[in-house]
């Protein structure tokens, strides 16, 4: 067997331990490559760097920790800009595990803020089911819609932060974390079409980058309003906040497995094409 | 009879009833007792589910070779559960369990697709043909404008990798979304004539 004919053939354990040695020699030696800051990081930075004292955020945590990874770094950063301009956040899940990162992000926060008070100047209200109907019904009436009880099973009119959060429209703005379904093409039609987009009302994703074809239509139109796509966002979200976190340090490695994947896609070709050529040569032959 | 026709009937009656709701202000308020049920009824959906589950895994108890398999399920299953009813999701332990376990293996499946990608691209992205040519380039671009380091080799990778992004995707997923819209009409019209069935679990005759 040729060496273009092994190559073609190559072991995928090989791959998956260059992969490996690629991404933990980036974490160990990060190279510190640039990082631009993008106009959906810079728009985001804007809306919640002017977010007035006691305006409520909402925020749904529609992933779970397989899509913290990417979501979170964006999530914090935004978080992190409200509670510094004496904001308010007030936190729900379309996904069953959204609810504990909920808990586990405010758990980090008051660290930074211990001046924060829970069900006043934060709450999460915890998993809602129902997708699409729970938005069109906190439309209304959030209370009705959570069933009256928050994420620790308290009656919701035990939270001061309630009595000026009757209704998702009482929101100076609205976060979706979204890593699949429901996520923003449920909050699209019922939230932003609906309200957001006529009164000017900032509709912000933080979404894993997976979902970035399917979530481009919406930001064309105009439909999301701000539109943080992946680690990459987080980590420019990190810069502008003054917070470097996970999110920066994970991006040299992205770059280099990136450039891996290519310079594999480039051996995969060549050893693909001189394969071919010999196969023909031994055929006339 | 009534079991053929009982849950037709409900679903065709409470489709048309939302629709009208919504269009209607006289019995708008209809609609807001539709989303009430609706909502009850979805969290509902995770009883059953369980229950399916253990239903499943219960028959699996029987089976030795996947005896263990569904021993662990349902230790995780019902600990959580009842964890979760005496504690809540705040308590100490659950907390615990959640960072502990729920967090690395999550995260764990999801950086094993970096692994399976690398392996796929070196192998299936081939210049086999002019569309595979285009799909392979158009990949290459799109990776590049996603990090610091393609605008870092050349300014041109994220310029284009937008364009990418916005031009040609987005005109993709359009016609997708717009494609599955008029098949859920379409099959919604469907299931009110009673030419669609398969939802009763009957088949669709």
Known sequence: MSFWHKLNQMDSRIIYTALLLVLIGALIFPMGLPINIGTS???????????????????????????????QSSVEACIRLVFKNGGRVAAGALWPIGAQQAEYLFRDMLKEFPDLVEGVDYLNLGYKPGGQMYIEKAMDNIAEACANV?????????????????????????????HGS??????????????????????????????????????????ITVYLNGIRAGAEMEILTGQLGTAVAGMDAQSLSHLLVLALMVLGNISYFMVKRENKAKKEA | MLKRYLPFIMAVGIGLSYIISGSSPVISSWKATLDKWFLISTA?????GTASLSQVHWRNLRRPDRRIYSVALGIALYGTILLGLIQTGRGAQYQILYNMTIVPLEAAILSQIAFYI???????????????????VSAAIVMLYNVPIGAAIWPGFPVIGKWLMNIPNTAAMRAITMGAALGGSATAIRIFLGLERSYLGGGDE
């Open chain 2, 44 to 48: 509902f959906a995770v009883l059953i």
């Open chain 2, 118 to 136: 690398t392996s796929a691209a070196f192998r299936v992205l081939r210049m086999r043909s002019f569309e595979a040519s285009l799909m392979l």
């Open chain 1, 41 to 71: 990081s810079q728009a985001a930075y804007d809306i919640f760097n002017h977010f007035k004292a006691g305006d409520i955020l909402y925020v749904s945590f529609d992933y779970d920790a397989a899509g913290a990874t990417d979501i």
């Open chain 1, 182 to 223: 429901p996520g923003a093409s449920e909050w699209v039609p019922m939230y932003a079409t609906a309200y957001a987009v006529p009164n000017k009302i900032p509709f912000v994703v933080c979404a894993s980058a997976v979902n970035a074809t399917i979530n481009a239509p919406y930001v064309q139109s105009g439909q």
């Open chain 1, 150 to 178: 928050d994420n620790a099973g308290r009656n919701l009119s035990q939270s001061p932060i309630m009595k000026d959060l009757k209704t998702l429209k009482d929101a100076a703005a609205v976060i979706c974390g979204n």
